[in-house]
């Protein structure tokens, strides 16, 4: 049977006899997709979700985190996260530039794996599409990696010293967790199960925007007290773009557009479900009104659960893991967090320590429980990988989850203090206390809706003069006739 010829390699110079055009046609279209979560997706939620003083700020915030990314990403955050191996746990800083390098074939030289005896029991990662395809599908991972960080920070952090810790925290944290589990490191050798970021994206945000938020020091008094979101229609806009684009973050996983993906697709989905229904049964429940907001949070702990394990735990596995994504972050959040006095201390804006940190970790142990073995075999280096559940050496895979991500909660606050240590010395981390009182209209000149109020002073220039009613009286004596 003669295969179609678009469907042949070397039909142009275009087409090597190794490309893959459906794997390479889902992997860009999963990264766009990805891509979608942050821009408009984040910034959608972000602007939405705060104060509306701040929502210009918040918006802008994940904005520039997406740029500043894709720059630094480029000309030597990838080879350090996925190039030849310097350390154990870091590869080696080099542009992702050249036409030859990116035209290709992928590969990720740093993931063959040997067993004892020197044998390989794993081929180097190479994916059927060019290297251009992997490093915009990893990019995208990282540019999001900084914006959920940027939700502990929302609301005064000073915005020059946000532009200067992009760069340094990516540089000297995300490319370590990066390398260490899926670029050939350490943890991916020993067997560290991450399916698409729980250790890698999840974990590190909600750990070093707790950090961060330590440094930067707590919102006013006044915003900490009362800070309504400004339009809860954009938050549930960005968390359905969030949800829908997560096919994307797991579904491309595998790096191909196979069994595995859609696995990792469904389970995404019933996880996700769960947990909403669960957090918001939770809500009626306790607090006796259902919360649009404590869905979205519902929304984001699912996603997040799930994406350690999402294609190696099966589908009643993932339910479960929902209904835990959906109570376990909800406690810590609603109920823990308000007799902790360390979590009362530390102004994590947007909850990113519950809803990233908890629910990552979360879901990293579950994996170390429910992983399945066949599933493993279709996606881990490491043969006969499994959970807890299924016997076996289950047990030592769930001590290498909690070792895995003890590693990274360590590095993430040392990594992340000295950061801002460094940040401060330069420039201040947080804002001026004017600052702090107007919002957007004192650090953007702009704000977010044509209407006065919510903290800015009020400027005739700009609001319109003020109308005061004025009553004529007659005082004119009267004349007589």
């Known amino acids: 049977m003669s295969v179609p010829v678009a469907y042949q390699g070397n039909t142009s110079a275009a087409v090597a006899d190794w490309l893959n055009k459906g794997d390479n046609a889902w992997q860009l279209t999963a990264s766009t997709l990805v891509g979608l979560m942050s821009v408009p997706g984040m910034v959608v939620l972000y602007g939405g979700v705060v104060k509306k003083k701040w929502a210009v700020n918040s918006a802008f915030m994940a904005l520039y985190a997406f740029a500043a990314v894709w720059i630094c990403w480029v000309v030597w955050a990838y080879n350090m996260s996925f190039g030849e191996e310097l350390l154990p746990f870091w590869g080696k800083a080099g542009p992702a530039l050249d036409q030859a390098f990116l035209v290709g074939r992928a590969s990720l030289p740093a993931t063959a794996h040997y067993r004892a005896d020197g044998t390989l029991e794993t081929a180097m990662v190479e994916p059927y599409f060019p290297m251009a395809t992997v490093v915009y599908f990893q990019c995208v991972f990282a540019a999001i990696t ?128 769960a947990s909403l229904i669960v957090w918001t049964c939770l809500d009626a429940v306790f607090f006796k009104k259902p919360s649009v907001v404590g869905a979205v949070q519902a929304v984001i702990t699912g996603l997040v659960c799930i994406t350690p394990g999402a294609g190696v735990v099966q589908g ?22 308000k007799r902790s006095k360390l979590l009362q201390r530390v102004d994590d804006t947007l909850g990113v320590i519950h809803t990233h940190g908890v629910a990552g970790l979360l879901g990293g ?65 947080r804002m001026s206390e004017e600052k702090l009182a107007i919002g957007d209209d004192a650090v953007h000149g702009e704000e977010a809706y044509a209407l006065w109020g919510d903290g800015e002073h009020y400027d005739d220039t700009k609001h319109g003069a003020a109308v005061v009613p004025v009553i004529f009286i007659d005082s004119t004596p009267s004349v007589p006739k």
């Open 316 to 337: 009643w596995a993932a339910l479960v893991m929902g209904v835990l994504a959906g109570s376990v972050p909800w406690y810590t959040m609603m109920v823990l967090h």
């Open 146 to 273: 900084l914006i959920l960080v940027a939700g502990s920070l929302l609301g005064r952090m000073s915005f020059l010293a946000w532009m200067l810790f992009v760069p340094l925290w990516l540089t000297f944290s995300y490319t370590v967790g990066a390398f260490s589990v899926w670029g050939g490191g350490f943890l991916f050798h020993w067997g560290v199960i991450d399916y698409c970021g729980g250790y890698v994206i999840h974990i590190p945000a909600g750990v070093a925007g707790f950090t961060a938020a330590y440094w930067v020091g707590p919102r006013t008094k006044k915003d900490r007290e009362s800070f309504p979101p400004n339009n809860i229609l954009f938050a549930l806009t960005g968390a359905g773009l969030l949800w829908m684009g997560w096919a994307g973050f797991n579904g491309g996983g595998p790096y191909a557009a196979n069994v595995d993906s859609s696995m990792a697709i469904l389970n995404t989905n019933i996880c996700t479900a």
């Open 365 to 429: 142990v579950l994996t170390g429980l429910f992983a399945e073995p066949n599933l493993c075999n279709l996606f881990l280096p490491v043969t006969n990988s499994r959970g807890a559940f299924y016997g076996g050496n289950g047990g030592a895979q769930l001590g290498k989850q909690i070792a895995g991500a003890l590693f990274v909660i360590g590095w993430n606050v040392v990594v992340t203090s000295i950061i801002c240590v460094v940040i401060r010395l330069v420039v201040p981390l």
